[in-house]
């Protein structure tokens, strides 16, 4: 494989000088050298041809045994030298110091087609950051990774994307659920690819450390190479970068809420600063329209990640980015009125996208109450997210509450209840949404096809997901290739994938991996 090799992060970056591969703190450096664990028996089981192409592979060179070696960690590729990256953070909202990538190994970066590219694998062994784990993953994990990272590509939302999906040939012992019932299981290993995977926690940790030096080098690195839109000097470089860092998070939380997807760990370490989506652990879309849900296990008790929480969260996770940058800047004025405006943006970009989804081209007042009342209407009782807001496109502007409160029946998962407690309350939504849409030109055909672009009608949910890991440690990969293949075109019909537009099943309520997971690999 002939890459265009730019390995510019251990390059221009301090690097560890202990090169011994045991647990450590480690400082004044961003990255150690590591190599991948060398795999029992490597299988290839999936590849993504987008990222193939986005790489400048082909998929001929996919079924290579070279590639297989490479992205397995079997083999390092010629003039590179594999790495572990150090970032500290905070999680659950607790400072929890040095982190690093305790189960990622950086392979190594690439240019294509005028575009850089950080390859790393997922389960590859111990770095210097593993701290109590073994490095490794496991294919359940490694399954909805893979999946997850593709689909969430093709909804639209900024993300990480995967390249393959390798069994390692190993066992693993993982206690999936912490209750002391630890089991051995297939290990797998998934190559991400991103620009880089610099994090919010990259620039916590040198702040913390109160190395000045190498966070202002790290910072002009980044905006050399990431950011080079960005002209200004001193401290309004800083302020530029964190602006945009800030916008970026914005947008991609929108596209989170507008697809109902649930991060489930938006610690600060894995935060990107590109505002990608970064790191699948116990994710999950909404099933039920349930601002407190959340799909983590860990956050259970106090749902500090749930669905309603992600938007602060967010901003959150902004403001310990800006305490980290404040030593380049000294001064609190502009990094304030640039969280402040993060919060001013999201509710009028908020607001923007929930006329999209519920099919309004006009911008008026009492768009924010039906908006309002439509979202508490929601939570009265279980209703599918997915597939009312697909199945709204149908109701028709001349049509009667009744009639249109009908039309979106199917997403209920206790329908007779809803008939019986809450029809007067649809009605009453209805009959608002119904008036607004008389004030718009668009036709109902028009106003259904600019709907449909938002409104995803296949999303990767949980038990989706869980039935692919189950048929696949039987070695069948069947369903894993038909959610890849369907999950590539989220916002058309696919009347051959019509079965998979449908509300969790009643036997997925409580199994596990299909409601709550925990953060287990």
Known sequence: MNF???????????TDPEEKNFVRIVLKSCFSYVAPVIPKKPKLIHVSPDVLKLIGLNEEIAQSDEFLSVFSGKKIQPQTRPFAMNYAGHQFGNWAGQLGDGRAINLFEIDHNNNHFTLQLKGAGKTPYSRRGDGLAVLRSSIREHLCSEAMHYLGVPTSRSLSLVLSGDEVLRDMLYDGNAEYEKGAIVCRVAPTFIRFGSFELLAAQNDIENLKLLADFTIE?????????????????????????CEMILHWQRVGFVHGVMNTDNMSIHGIT???????????????????TTDNQYKRYAFGNQPEIALWNLYQLANALFPLIEETVGLETILNTYVSNYQTKYEEMMRSKIGLHLTLKEDIKLISDLEKTLQLSETDMTIFYRDLCNVKKEASAGCAFS???????????????????????FKLYLDR?????????????????????????????QLAIDAANKDDYSILNELFQMLQKPYDDQLEYEKWFAKRPDWAREKVGCSMLSCSS
Do not use: C
Request: hydrophobic letters at 30%.
């Open 278 to 296: 970064i790191d699948y652990g116990p994710y999950g879309w909404l099933e039920d329209y349930n601002l407190n849900w959340t799909p983590n």
């Open 225 to 249: 190479h990431y950011f080079p839109e960005i002209t200004e000097t001193g401290k309004e470089r800083y302020l530029q970068f964190f602006q945009t860092v800030a916008k970026k998070t």
């Open 4 to 14: 265009k090799l730019n390995n510019r992060f251990t390059t221009e970056l301090p």
């Open 437 to 465: 849409l008389q004030k718009e030109m668009l036709s109902d055909e028009e106003r259904k096809i600019a709907m449909n672009k938002v409104n995803p009608k296949y999303v990767l949910r949980n038990y989706m997901a």
């Open 407 to 429: 039309t979106i029946s199917n997403a209920f998962y206790h329908s007779d209840e809803v008939n019986k407690k809450f029809a007067k309350d649809w009605g009453k939504w």
